[in-house]
């Protein structure tokens, strides 16, 4: 099933088929609302989207695929609706009372939701900032919502991956720096945290786990953005040149280029 703009909809080109249960959640989160227990092994998912047919659509559909889930229209609305655990976040950028991509910022400052864009602006611009950002997955509209569905259970599934490697406590050395795969920081020689974006955090603990390895720039491509079709290898190349600038100080290249290949870590590892 696509789904076209709000005003095709009203023409008739959209042939909504929502499930009893969009129609029971309220287009505004209240505090009652919010101290309500999750049904049990379900997922809570807030969708961000100021178009009420797209929302109540997106509502709809992953209530009845057994996701616990809220309707926000605005910033304010997902805001409040943050306040209770969440487990993944479908934002739009145009929103009547600010920009996508600001509140993914605090979206990922304050929760470990995975976010995952779903827009009508499909510039190469915005696909690569929304996934250097924070953004599991640039989605444009109209909607495929079989393949929605299976983006977001990937997203949920690699971070219940990366959870139970959390509590393995894994922290490696390299170089002058410590990557802590539990708390998702790069720590310099004086202790101090390196400031990573999600995408480059992702694609130097891949480097760094390859022990020295060659990556292809297709596969970093995956581990950035969880998908190859989406974003080309430009990407990579610069995440790539954004962490050689911001790992120096032992005097030897980080990231060595592996031509025809792509990159790899530079230097010697050690637990």
């Not at 969708?47 to 996701?67: A, I, K, Q």
């Not at 605005?74 to 409040?80: D, G, K, P, V």
């Amino acid at each position: 099933m696509n789904v076209r703009s709000h005003d095709s909809a009203l023409r008739g080109g959209l042939n909504l088929q929502v499930g009893p249960q969009a129609n029971r959640i309220p287009k505004t989160v209240v505090d009652s609302a919010l101290r309500e227990v999750r049904p049990a092994g379900r997922e809570r998912l807030i969708v961000v989207e100021d178009d009420p047919v797209t929302r109540t659509m997106l509502v709809g559909y992953f209530s009845e695929n057994n996701f616990d889930v809220v309707g926000a229209g605005s910033c304010a609305e997902c805001r409040q609706a943050l306040r209770a655990r969440t487990d993944l976040v479908f934002l739009d950028l145009q929103l009547p009372d600010g920009d996508g991509f600001e509140l993914a910022k605090e979206i990922q400052a304050t929760s470990n939701a995975g976010i995952i864009f779903v827009t009508r602006r499909d510039t190469d611009v915005d696909r690569i900032l929304g996934l250097e950002i924070a953004g599991d997955h640039y989605v444009t509209k109209p909607i495929n919502l079989r393949d929605l569905l299976a983006r977001a259970r990937s997203v949920l599934r690699r971070r219940s991956i990366d959870r139970k490697a959390a509590r393995n406590h894994n922290s490696i050395a390299f170089g002058d720096w410590i990557i802590d795969l539990t708390r998702r920081e790069l720590l310099g020689s004086d202790g101090k945290p390196v400031a990573l974006t999600r995408a480059e955090f992702d694609l130097l603990a891949a480097l760094v786990g390859a022990d020295g390895r060659p990556l292809s720039r297709d596969y970093l491509i995956e581990v950035v953005s969880n998908r190859q079709a989406e974003v080309d290898i430009r990407t990579v190349d610069a995440l790539v040149a954004r962490l050689r600038r911001k790992l120096v100080g032992s005097g030897t290249p980080v990231i060595a280029t592996v031509t025809g290949v792509g990159y790899k870590l530079a230097l010697s590892e050690r637990l």
